[in-house]
């Protein structure tokens, strides 16, 4: 989990450098605040998808017994148009997209991620 949020979150940090913002402004409660609550708070909407995703369950059925909205689902495909569009790199955050459009496992996700090469974006 700790390898899977630290490199979304630099991928976050890629994206929003690429598009002009300070990466300082990441590192503060609006950025890594904001992910670390999504990732470990049991109360985070998106991260209860994440989790029911993970044990299999059914996007739909997931999203149709939610009374909130999970932002993240609506905007995973946005945020890799715009990696495409800056020509960034973004192997976390385009696997979540994957598995949201059900074109990807979870378990195969995690998978192909752990396998990557560990090299830095520049």
């Not at 929003?16 to 992910?35: F, N, P, R």
């Not at 470990?40 to 369950?57: A, I, K, M, P, Q």
């Not at 939610?66 to 976390?92: D, R």
Request: net charge neutral; hydrophobic share 45%.
């Amino acid at each position: 989990m700790a390898a899977l949020v630290s490199q979304g979150c630099s991928e976050i940090r890629w994206l929003a450098t690429k598009m002009g913002a300070k990466s300082t402004t990441l590192t503060g409660l609006s950025g890594t605040g904001d992910v670390m609550l999504t990732c470990f708070v049991s109360l985070s909407r998106n991260r209860t998808v994440g989790v029911r995703l993970g044990s299999g369950e059914n996007l739909d059925d997931i999203l149709s017994s939610m009374n909130q909205v999970a932002e993240g689902v609506a905007t995973a495909g946005a945020v890799i148009a715009l990696a495409q569009k800056y020509k960034v790199k973004m192997p976390v955050l385009t696997a979540v997209a994957r598995i949201i459009d059900n074109e990807l496992t979870p378990t195969k996700a995690v998978f192909e991620l752990m396998n990557l090469p560990q090299v830095e974006e520049v």
